[in-house]
């Protein structure tokens, strides 16, 4: 832990801390792993989770949560289709859905990216 507390005095924006919401219950379910990712700055990340369902009409999204602000919608994701809200641009974010996993993927992670998704 010493190394990390180092970088971040002597490189401004070095991290990027993410963090998901591990679960959400009712009749479907969707399980991510609980806590933080550190990431370096100028990194790619993927955040995944695991889903059930008895739909067969399936819709998935991605949300971002700053702080105790509200939710920001991402994206929609479709077997076989991914459509970015115009604030979240394509070259920057986006998903992959294989079978019961759906993962994000973001490219060149900055300090602007650190949220709950």
Not at 32 to 45: I, K, M, N, P, S
Not at 53 to 78: D, H, N, P
């Amino acid at each position: 832990m010493t190394g990390v507390s180092t970088e971040l005095r002597t490189a401004d924006s070095l991290l990027v801390l993410l963090s998901s919401s591990p679960e959400c219950n009712g009749q479907d379910t969707v399980k991510q792993a609980a806590g933080e990712d550190r990431v370096r700055e100028g990194h790619t990340h993927t955040l995944t989770c695991n889903f059930t369902t008895s739909s067969s009409y399936l819709t998935l999204f991605w949300y971002k949560q700053e702080g105790q602000g509200s939710l920001k919608y991402m994206m929609k994701v479709y077997p076989g289709s991914v459509i970015n809200s115009p604030e979240f641009d394509e070259s920057k974010f986006g998903a992959e859905l294989v079978g019961n996993c759906l993962s994000l993927k973001m490219e060149v992670v900055n300090v602007t990216d650190s949220a709950v998704y």
